[in-house]
């Protein structure tokens, strides 16, 4: 086997073929084999590559009739013996200590396939240049040296470009993946790409140019040939891809558009001779699209585009439709000018396509808007007329306002009042997902996307902006140029949250007093402070309100910055987000945003809603939150001033005022262990009211936690004390509480000696006497038979306060090693292994783990059939067991075997 098998697919390229072929056999890493498949070539490429063949014996050539590019690849994919795998183009160049490179770092990091950068050459002018598409600088700037898969980095998926040549890959991976080329196809690489991306664990960017490509008149791609036709049915492989892999949802925003935008640059880039014909088959595609999940999904442009399409009779209408629109959308004519053309150009128009216009007038985007403000609705008809007043109140212009509702499947008249607002108003646009996401992340996002303008501010559904918000946030923005504004926020209408400067301002580990003196002698009614970065002021990473601000639109999706979906809290980890990212940031004193609470019973806010659900996603957020302080090295910085802000509200404000059972509560303070451990031992001598909560949920001592929370007159289960009238009903229960059998002769002297917290009867004879007793001392008698469940369900009916058996599993690892941490946190919290029956073997003596069970003591160990057992350590390596560290190994236990699975994070 040698180290790389190189694939060289060739069609009529002998002014290139030699330099191309050189650049391969000359690599100072020598172990390779290049795999010639010439394409039926009429020129004399051929020739020069069986002339290589017969110098060189790492040369193999194969002739075949002219079938295309993607075929050719195909069938060089089955001759590869190579460790490794990389594919060139004929009249292209690769760096001649590419490979070296490649080899070394893909083996060391154990990946399934390496991305790196490539540069244009004109061979016509001689210049080289960069592009966008080759670069990859937003994927660059956001996975930097790190490892990652497709799920890690979002929507910059569609960053990479999907070129072979720009990859290296693993042999087996691809063979494994079974991703094959588009046949007969000249756009044969994209179902390719997305195959193997779904598939790869483990991708890495190489922020280097290692590859040339040569653009010429003969090059494929810009002859603008008939076969540019293919990028119809290619767009539809795409996302076909993604259907198969269960991500369409997810991404079909950015599929529908990529869809139009692709096809119709092709049609662009088409030969004068081709475009009718192009056209006519781009129309059929577009019809079978026709319907409103499609139309509602693309952007302004797109969707105009797409109306030409379905609507111009032939393609010279398309042609005049679409330099209209080119008119329309020229940013160097004032709206003025563009209304003078659009008038003239609108009376020469037939009936057909008049009523293009008449009913689509959003799709021209001829109004320059200032701002785009998202608005995600959730059965908010009672006070979205407010909101809505808010926004045709603003100072700056309404007309200067786009405003994006997106409802997150209302079941009130709240999906019919957007969409008149809609039809009332051209600058607003409405969407409306599918399913409930239960919370404000995933509208806020599709908002986003969709938005114009270049500036972008977010208004909740029950929430008012004040009257000049948006004018002058604008204002301060674009004459400050920087990346976020801020104003203040009231829940009273008229005076500034007093939470909001006290944690922007001040240090949280101060006194009361101390944190408002400091405050009396900074703020005044013209104060502002501006940063360049948190570095300038670190105090400000504690500034809550996302929605007082407004935002540079380019920063955040250059930074891939996005709410999370479906959980609370998504607000703060989009704030922290922005605010670790941002290249200016200033905070002015001015009331911009009214918040009022809602806490009325059938209209709470999702953030009020206190389920047990709820406060684990709330810790989830928090634990996102974490591990972007950790990506950028800001973890002292969110411990001291964010960490102990969130972990204190969650106290006081969920769990000291929910009302769920024990259990659950337990679970909750199981989950919420490993970000009270990083706080208390960041700061240990803690002097608030809740110190001993947070010290004895970060010392896992749950029983005094629950003690502290439910007073002591709560009981542990061992000893709960449960009377029964028979002996089969107290052999009926598991586990085996303190019950005793009463006597029909003495029961009363013994209901008086013991002082029973329950008891249980079935329908015998004498049991009324004694729930008459029970019911005259204060003691719980309930009716059970064999469909009542465990004394636990039993217990939970009846709302019996205890503390259950402690045999939690607390999930956490060191918190300064990040992939650790985010290991843990994805794979633990993603499955569903019940906590109260969950061990972990491991043989680090220092993993801070409370059921934990050496592996040097497996052999002494009386396993338990109630329990799941979990293998898992710190090191990567492989001992002399056999155990592959790069894997969480589940184990599955009875008392006769042991059997060890691996399974990914």
């Known amino acids: 086997m040698v180290k790389v098998s190189v694939i060289m697919p060739v069609y009529n390229c002998g002014d290139f073929l030699n330099e191309s072929v050189e650049s391969i056999l000359n690599q100072t890493l020598s172990d390779l084999e290049l795999i010639c498949v010439d394409d039926g070539s009429t020129d004399n490429s051929l020739e ?69 950068k490539a540069k244009k050459h004109d061979v016509k002018t001689g210049k080289y240049f960069e592009t966008d598409y080759y670069n990859m600088k937003n994927l660059s700037n956001f996975v930097k040296d790190e490892v990652f898969k497709f799920d890690d980095i979002g929507k910059l998926i569609f960053s990479i470009n999907v070129t072979p040549w720009c990859k290296f890959y693993n042999t087996q991976f691809i063979l494994n993946s079974d991703a094959k080329f588009r046949e007969n196809s000249k756009f044969h690489d994209n179902k390719f790409f997305w195959e193997i991306l779904f598939q790869a664990e483990r991708i890495f960017f190489l922020d280097k140019f290692y590859y040339t490509q040569n653009i010429h008149s003969d090059s494929l791609i810009e002859s603008g040939g008939k076969s540019h036709i293919d990028a119809i049915p290619v767009s539809n492989d795409t996302i076909d891809v993604f259907i198969k892999y269960n991500q369409f949802d997810k991404f079909k925003v950015n599929l529908f558009n990529s869809k139009v935008y692709h096809t119709i640059r092709r049609y662009d880039e088409i030969r004068s001779e081709f475009k009718e014909l192009y056209f006519t088959e781009l129309k059929k595609d577009f019809k079978l699209l026709k ?68 009913d689509n007038p959003k799709s021209m985007n001829i109004y320059n808007y200032l701002v785009s ?12 007329e407010n909101t809505f007043d808010s926004l045709l109140r603003q100072t700056i212009g309404f007309e200067k306002l786009e405003v994006i509702f997106v409802d997150d499947a209302s079941d009130d008249n709240t999906p019919q009042i957007i969409d008149e607002l809609a039809l009332k108003y051209e600058n607003v646009v409405s969407f409306h997902l599918d399913k409930n996401s239960g919370a404000g992340g995933k509208p806020r996002d599709v908002g986003m996307d969709y938005a114009t303008a270049d500036y972008l501010m977010f208004l909740d559904s029950d929430d008012l902006f ?86 540079r639109k380019s920063f955040l999706l250059n ?19 922005a605010l670790l990212n941002a290249n200016g940031i200033k905070f002015i004193n001015k009331l ?22 709820s406060m684990i996603n709330r810790l989830n957020s928090y634990f996102k939150m974490f591990l972007i302080s950790l990506e950028k090295n800001k973890s002292r910085i969110f411990k001291k001033y964010l960490l102990f ?122 049991d009324e006497e004694i729930v008459n007793y029970c019911n005259d001392h204060n003691i719980k008698a309930v009716h059970w038979d064999e469909d009542s469940g465990n004394l636990n369900d039993i217990l939970d009916s009846i709302n019996f306060k205890y503390i259950p058996d402690l045999k939690h599993l607390v999930l956490f690892y060191r918190l300064n090693d990040l992939k650790e941490l985010n290991d843990i946190t994805n794979h633990f919290h993603s499955i569903n292994y019940p906590f109260k029956h969950l061990k972990m073997i491991t043989c680090e003596e220092n993993l801070f783990l409370s059921n934990t069970i ?34 969480k190994k589940c184990i599955d236990l009875n008392k006769d075997e042991i059997k060890v699975e691996n399974q990914s994070d």
């Open 373 to 384: 403000v998202i608005v995600p609705t959730y059965n908010s008809e009672s006070c979205i």
């Open 592 to 613: 911009v945003y009214y918040y009022p609470q809602r806490m009325e019973d059938g209209n709470e806010s999702i953030s009020y809603k206190i389920t047990k659900e």
């Open 466 to 551: 004040f009257e000049d918000a948006c004018e002058f946030l604008h204002d301060e923005i674009t004459t400050e140029d920087i990346d976020i504004v801020s104003g203040t926020i009231t829940k009273d209408g008229e005076n500034v949250n007093p939470g909001f400067w006290e944690g922007t301002l001040t240090d949280p580990e101060d006194s009361y007093q101390v944190r408002s003196n400091k405050l009396k002698e900074i703020l005044t009614d013209d104060f502002s402070l501006k940063i360049n970065t948190i570095d300038d002021c670190e105090s400000v990473i504690g500034n809550f309100g996302f929605s007082s601000k407004i935002y």
């Open 645 to 766: 802000n969130k972990l204190n509200y969650f106290i006081n404000f969920h769990v000291l005022k929910c009302n769920l059972s024990i259990s659950d509560l337990l679970d909750v303070l199981v989950y919420s262990t490993p970000l009270f451990w990083a706080y208390v031992n960041y700061n240990p001598n803690l002097k608030i009211e809740t110190a001993s909560l947070f010290k004895y949920i970060a010392n896992k001592d749950y029983e005094n936690a629950l003690k502290e929370i439910h007073g002591d007159g709560i009981k542990n289960q061992k000893d709960i004390k449960v009377a029964v009238s028979d002996e089969f009903s107290k052999d009926s229960f598991v586990p085996k509480f303190n019950m005793f059998v009463l006597s029909w002769e003495s029961w009363a002297e013994q209901m008086g000696s013991e002082k029973p917290d329950l008891f249980l009867f079935k329908s015998h004879d004498g």
């Open 559 to 577: 930074n891939n910055i996005y709410f999370p979906h479906s959980t609370v809290a998504e607000d703060s980890v989009f704030l922290l987000s």
């Open 48 to 116: 020069i590559l069986k002339e290589y063949e017969s110098q060189d014996s790492r040369v193999k050539v194969f002739a075949l009739n002219h079938i295309g590019g993607g075929d050719a690849r195909n069938f060089a994919l089955k001759q590869v013996c190579g460790e490794y795998l990389y594919f060139i183009d004929a009249d292209d160049i690769l760096d001649l200590n590419a490979f070296e490179d490649f080899y070394s770092i893909a083996k060391s990091k154990n990946l399934d396939f390496l991305i790196f």
């Open 291 to 358: 319907c409103s999940d499609f139309r509602n999904n693309l952007y302004s442009g797109n969707k105009f585009l797409f109306d030409c399409v379905l609507i111009a009779k032939n393609y010279e209408d398309f042609n005049n439709l679409k330099e209209f629109y080119e008119v329309l959308t020229n940013n160097h004519l004032s709206l003025g000018e563009k209304i003078e053309k659009y008038k003239e150009w609108y009376d020469c128009l037939d009936d057909d396509y008049k009523q293009l216009f008449f």
């Open 854 to 887: 050496l592996e040097s003591d497996l052999a002494n160990l009386d396993f338990d059939d109630n329990y799941y057992y979990c293998f898992a350590d710190l090191n990567f390596e492989f001992d002399e067991k056999g155990f592959d560290r790069d894997y």
